[in-house]
């Protein structure tokens, strides 16, 4: 655009120093014509950075989702293809479930097993109680005796034989009976130890039972999101390793940003109108608006760390940030494009026509493959 304006500039001295002379083409107006396109120029471009600021640097970026398998198995069917569009809850691929369900049903036998061995420790701890009682009986007895030997002895009657052997018989029994009862406090504890009202060996099973059954449903591997899918890989008889990548899925909805120097931004704002074009698809303008300006950067981030806080001491380099727009029409641009970007601001509308003509020239040249072979 600024190579049309100087062509334009040129006629005009032309015909009129040249061809007509309605003007003396003496060394002042020489000059005169030499200083007015360089000023005019010059402001011009200054202006237009300013209120009308452009960007070579415009990326598409699409969201992706690295899709992995919660559990190890081998594949059995992949159900979809390469650059596919599927919707949120579809089947992906589905791994072998024969191992699972075979896990399953053991835990489904050890659940049962548990619950006839706590059926049994209730029998034991009845027959237990039973020999307690038949003991607690003896030593009765054995204490009874104990006292008619003692008062035999004392008053010399008796034997001192019997009377040791009847308190050792009293030791015996007390020794017996402090067993059996450890023992039925032993299975009593174990028995009625508790979690979500289920016996603890129980629960503990339960809790296996349903962490295979989340294995199981995850041998089908569904997609979170609606999107395409990319890079795959994956087919049937394969192996799927937990926190492997094995497809990935691009999220439909794209971000389209634009990087400018610092100073280009003061004048941008919120809804400004845009003009996008793109490599991709040479000779086409997208109209688009301002969506936000992400105010941050890596160069403002200290990362932690033992070091002292290295800065960049080139001051000449000006950080850049990112400007969002959002397309006024489903524009499918392909993701990774990049392109080339003009904003309109709110003041010098009458001169948008000059960055309009120039973005759309751009856009022609897109057309242009420059290489050799």
């Known amino acids: 655009m600024v190579d ?9 001295v032309w015909l009129v120093f040249i061809k007509f002379k309605l003007l003396a083409w003496n060394t002042t107006s020489k000059l005169i014509v030499f200083i007015i396109p360089v000023v005019g120029i010059t402001g011009l471009i200054l202006a237009m950075n300013i209120f009308m600021p452009s960007s070579d640097d415009v990326r598409v970026y699409n969201k992706t989702v690295q899709i992995k398998a919660n559990v190890r198995g081998r594949v059995q069917d992949v159900l979809v293809q390469e650059n596919s569009r599927v919707n949120k809850g579809d089947t992906l691929f589905v791994i072998e479930q024969e191992p699972f369900l075979a896990q399953i049903s053991g835990l489904k036998a050890s659940i049962k097993k548990a619950e006839a061995a706590v059926s049994v420790q209730y029998k034991n701890v009845e027959a237990l109680q039973a020999s307690r009682r038949a003991i607690e009986a ?8 104990e006292s008619q ?76 999101l609606d999107a395409m899918v990319v890079n795959l890989q994956l087919r049937p008889g394969a192996m799927a390793l937990p926190l492997t990548d094995l497809m990935t899925l691009v999220e439909g909805r794209q971000n389209i940003m634009a990087s400018f120097d610092q100073n280009e931004l003061h004048k941008i704002q919120e809804g400004n109108e845009v003009d996008l074009t793109f490599v991709t698809r040479p000779g086409e303008i997208i109209p688009a608006k301002v969506e936000s300006v992400v105010w941050a950067s890596s160069r403002g981030q200290l990362l932690p760390s033992g070091k002292v806080p290295q800065v960049d001491q080139d001051l000449q380099k000006r950080g850049k940030y990112l400007v969002k727009f959002t397309t006024n029409e489903d524009a499918h641009i392909p993701m990774g494009a990049n392109g080339s970007v003009a904003v309109y601001t709110s003041t010098l509308e009458p001169f948008y026509i000059i960055r309009k003509v120039m973005i759309r020239l751009s856009a022609k040249v897109n057309y242009l493959i420059l290489k050799a072979h």
Not at 138 to 145: E, H
């Open 138 to 145: 003896q030593l009765d007895l054995a204490r009874t005796r």
């Open 149 to 224: 030997f003692q008062e035999l002895v004392d008053a010399g009657a008796g034997n001192r034989f019997d009377l040791e052997q009847a308190e050792n018989n009293v030791k015996q029994l007390d020794a017996q009976l402090a067993q059996i009862k450890a023992q039925e406090a032993s299975i009593l504890a174990n028995i009625r130890a508790e979690y979500n009202g289920k016996q603890v060996s129980v629960a503990e099973l339960v809790a296996k039972l349903e962490k295979a059954e989340w294995d199981l449903e995850q041998t089908i591997v569904k997609a979170p």
């Open 4 to 12: 049309l304006i100087l062509i334009v500039y040129c006629l005009i």
